[in-house]
Every structure is written in structure tokens, then in C-alpha cells.
């Protein structure tokens, strides 16, 4: 299957790490010229090191706890390099807890960096991406955008929020060339998830090797999926192979999802 990725732009967030770093190095392998965004720069001229032919790719530091200077840099980078074909966006999980603890700064924190970051991106990437004739938006979002998910309350209701944002995006956008779609990754090898089990350790009064099995016994696999498992979805994706594929959302999670 040829991707025909080759010699697009796209732009990465959320890239110095897990999913986001294995999307930025997958893509690059693909011939896709990749910028990364994140706010540590040390890290992400570490990231760059990484990507193949790193002179073919870029950077820009931005914290997506404040969108309007995120959004700034992105217009100002276009403006003085290139557009973008692929709009990658990813961006660290809302803090655990039960929704009844949840406070308001914490659901306003997580529609920040997770509808507003997003949508001021696409607002700035489509212009491009329309002259183009080709544009792919994809949203690493949650399985919990089909079943919630126990202890994660903030994230259950902004990653659903993003979802539906998407869905209708990609209803808008569809005639241009250009698709959105919501990559659901499952439990995966990342920071992010020996954080959740570390809290749920605690709170379950067992130990985080035990807790471990119990999370990866929840999907048919029996482990957890690597970030590059998950990045394979994304470049699919991104590919002109997936021309047709508009507005939904692809769970990779070893098939623990019970919903359809």
C-alpha cells in the first residue's frame, strides 16, 4: 500500500513523549516533513535529534495552557515557512479523580488545552490545507469517548466534547479534502498511564505490579499497547489510503471497548 505521504508538512503537538513523540518519529519515516510543538525545548530539540534527516524537520515551543500564544506562533511559523497538510492534536490527559471531586478550575483547565487549543489550530491549518485539496485532522482523544472510565471524570467530559467538535468539523470540511478523525487509544505504554495506576494503587490498597496486571487483564490482548501501536493508526490515517475515512472515532485498544 503506497501512503503517499511523502514530502507533506505536518504539524505534531504534544510530541516530546510517548504517543505524540512515536506519531512524529512514524511519520517522518514516511517522508512526512514534521514540526513539533510542545513547551519544553530541550525536549523537543531532543525529539528532533531523533526524527530521521532532522534537518528536514522544525520545532515550535508553545504551552497549551495558553492558546492565543500558541495560535500566534503557529500563524507566525506559516506565515514565515509553510502550511500544513496534517494537523496532529494531542495534548496530555486532565488530572485523575472522581467527577463529584473535580473542581471548576479543573474542567476549565482541560476545555482550554484540550477545545481550545484544537480548534484555534484547525482555524489556522484549514486555509492551507483547503488550497491543498488535502488535509487530515486527527484527535488522539480516549476510549472514554465511547465508555467512560472509572476515576477519570474531567477527562470522560472533555474528551467527549472533543469528539463531538470533531464530528461536526468533519461534516464542514469534507468537500475540501479534507477529513477529521479521533484516534481512541487504549491503555498504552506512556507516562500517563503509570500515573493512573499509581493513584489507583494507592486507592485500592494493592501494589502498582498488581495493579498493572489487573489494567492489562481489562483488554482480550492481555497488555498494553506501545506508542508506536498507536501511531500506526495516526500515519494510516494521515495517508491518502484513508481518502474516504471522514469522522470517526478508531479505538486501538486491543479490543477492551464493549460498545460498537
Known amino acids: 500500500m503506497n501512503l503517499n505521504l511523502k514530502n507533506k508538512y505536518a504539524l505534531v503537538c504534544g510530541s516530546t513523549q510517548g504517543i505524540g513523540k ?77 467527577i463529584l471531586d473535580a473542581s471548576i478550575s479543573e474542567f476549565e483547565n482541560a476545555f482550554t488545552q484540550h477545545i481550545k487549543c484544537n480548534h484555534l489550530l484547525a482555524q489556522a491549518l484549514i486555509p492551507f490545507m483547503k488550497t491543498e485539496g488535502f488535509g487530515r485532522i486527527i484527535n488522539i482523544i480516549s476510549t472514554s469517548v465511547k465508555e467512560p472510565i472509572p476515576g477519570l471524570g474531567v477527562s470522560n467530559t472533555i474528551r467527549a466534547a472533543v469528539g463531538n467538535w470533531s464530528k461536526t468539523l468533519a461534516s464542514e470540511v469534507g468537500a475540501m479534502g479534507i477529513t477529521v478523525n479521533n484516534v481512541l487509544p487504549g491503555f498504552t505504554d506512556t507516562e500517563r498511564i503509570a500515573e493512573i495506576i499509581k493513584i489507583k494503587a494507592k486507592n485500592e490498597g494493592t501494589s502498582i505490579d498488581e495493579m498493572t496486571e489487573i489494567m492489562k487483564s481489562y483488554s482480550p490482548a492481555k497488555r498494553f499497547a506501545t506508542p508506536e501501536e498507536i501511531a500506526n493508526a495516526v500515519v494510516f490515517l494521515a495517508s491518502e489510503a484513508a481518502n474516504y475515512i471522514n469522522g470517526i472515532n478508531l479505538p486501538v485498544d486491543g479490543g477492551r471497548t464493549k460498545s460498537l
Not at 512526512?32 to 513547551?39: E, F, G, N, Q, S
Open 22 to 98: 512515536a506519531t512524529a518519529i512514524a511519520l517522518a519515516l514516511e517522508g512526512v516533513h514534521v514540526t513539533l510543538a510542545a513547551r519544553n525545548e530541550d525536549k523537543l530539540k531532543q525529539v528532533l535529534s531523533e526524527l530521521p534527516n532532522p534537518e528536514n524537520h522544525n520545532y515550535i515551543v508553545a504551552d497549551f495552557s495558553n492558546p492565543d500564544i500558541l495560535h500566534s506562533k503557529v500563524v507566525s511559523f506559516i506565515q514565515k515557512n509553510h502550511g500544513f497538510h496534517i494537523l496532529v492534536n494531542n495534548t496530555g490527559g486532565p488530572k485523575s479523580g472522581t
